[in-house]
């Protein structure tokens, strides 16, 4: 069997404009080069607007750039619900555990 | 950021032009959203929809705008809920068609797609610094009628409680009110039970009179409040003026500014309390002011209640008393004038007196029910004639009264009647205490004719002139003496005339021909015209009566005045007397 380093992260209660760039710093931090993937823990995040969808988006594909996935991982109703509004359902990979 | 401001249905808030406070500000739109029992879901998607809206309103703040604050408004109808933001910001263009990027991995370009998504109406207004986006939804769940069945079962209670109260006092008004009291009593009777009623500290009452701007006191409570008697709707710019013009109540507290003639100063400083205006049939009765000496009252909707019902009650009652009260006196009235027109009646010769060289018609004026002027003529022991026409000044039954001793006085001096000058003296000496204590006067002609019929004396007190006409010229003779009742030793003169040349004499009061021209009555012109022709054209002297008061007549009627004309013809010729003389004296009404 072989293991996927991986990053686990827990994003915040709200992920908007006004924490967008402190989760930005946080996940260049904490994503390292060897991370083959990054979980983002979503259970905690009560609330996401555009400009949180945008950090998820970014990180995305920076990550795709050099061959690694991105999970989001549990998030809540409110949140799967703005990811098919925006149709974004195509481009993320939403894991329930 | 300033505190919000929540009244009625509405939130407003400013924030600071910057992401943190535009967080801060949709938090609070959201909070208020929930309170007002907004599902979760709903609040949910708006609180999404706002910070979309709300960054978009600060992340155009350019340096020299970030003191500028933006602006954010809710307000919730029973279907829809609103959102307003303002910023001063330049803006930006609002796309034609809202869609998502291309580029499903773009990392912009989703926020006004949430936002056109997530709400039915959106509307941009851009301006100069000034933009508004407007954001509309419908409620997705009807507001939930909150029904406390305790809280609203006590209310029912205290309003059925109100109710019967208020009811067992009108019961309790109209019984006090059969008992024939008299109104000011049964104000300040109820007034005084209503204090206690309402809670209140002070009341004052104020029903209108006939003269529609003024509102006269009918009573008012505590006793120790010496109140303004009269209430000037025209001038006075007062807390009671505003309820009567308005027709709505007036509430004043600590906070009322009130100026300086207003009549609830005598109250004090430091009041506060209820302007309520009385109506009766559509009318305004009155106002009925109810207070306490405190900045601040509140009465409970009982007291309220209570204040307004068995206020308008005792407003209709008083203004129904009112109007008997008006009616009884009208009828007084009218009872009074009928005896002094039946004094009147009594005091006019049944015909007026003709002898083969003089000849003598006459007209009364019946004023309403009685008028003040007064005429007679009469026959002298050697043959002469006396002729009198005068005008007390006044009606109804003053007047009448001195027409009774002016005619008792006249016919127990005719001794005098040869020398009108002396008779007049007579008259006023006889008269003048009375006169003067009433603070009345009488203007009047004596005419004295001799039994051959070719002198004239004449003697006037401040009468209309005696007009004398041979069918050409006009002699007009005027009255020097003051009226009767004026001056004490007044002195009167006699003016003697050769009747030999003259065919038409003509005595009248003011109300024929007036200092007034063109008014509707004769004008001074128009008579000597009338008086010249109708000399020229007969020696009756019913006929010269009739002729007059057709004329008179057709100007009052083309005026819509009313015949307030007495004059008497005396003519002077060779005929024998015609069947006319036989009905020598007129009256106005019949």
Redesign the interface.
Known sequence: MTLTASAQITAPAEL???TARLWRDRLEREIKPEHEEACVDLSKTR?I???G???L??L??SLRARGATLKLVNPSS?VCQ?IE????H??FEIVHY | MSLPQQQFDGFRLDFPATLEDARDAVRSVVQWLADHQIREDECQQWELVLAEAANNAVIYTTPDQAQLTAHIEAALSEHDIEVRITDHTSGFDWPEKVELPEDDESEHGRGIFIITSLTDQVSYLRGQGHNVLCLRSQRKSPPEAREDTEATLELMTAEVASCYETLANIFRLIADAGNDVEPVALASRWLEELRVLAGADFLVLRMAATEASRLPILGGVPSTIVWDPLLDLRTADAVETRAAVTRQDQWFDGGTSFAAADPLRKAGEHISGLAHPLESGGDLAGVLTVGVFKPLWEPSARELNVVRSLGDFLGALLHGLHRRDEANQARLMKRELQIAADIQRSLLPAELPQTPFVHCAAHLATVGEVGGDYLDGILLPDGGLLFVVADVMGKGVPAALFATAFHSLLHSNLDLAARPSRLMQRLNQAMFAELDRADMFITAQLVHISADGLALNVCGAGHAPLLLSDGRQIQEVCADGPPLGVTADAGYQDYTISLSTYTHVLLHTDGLSDVVSGGGILSRDELHTWLREAAAATEDASASRDSLHRLHRSAVDAASQQDDATFMIITRGTQTLSANTQNSLSHANG
């Open positions: 908007c404009a006004t609330f607007d555009s400009s969808l945008g950090v988006l970014t995305n594909k409110a703005l509004l925006t149709r974004l195509r481009v």
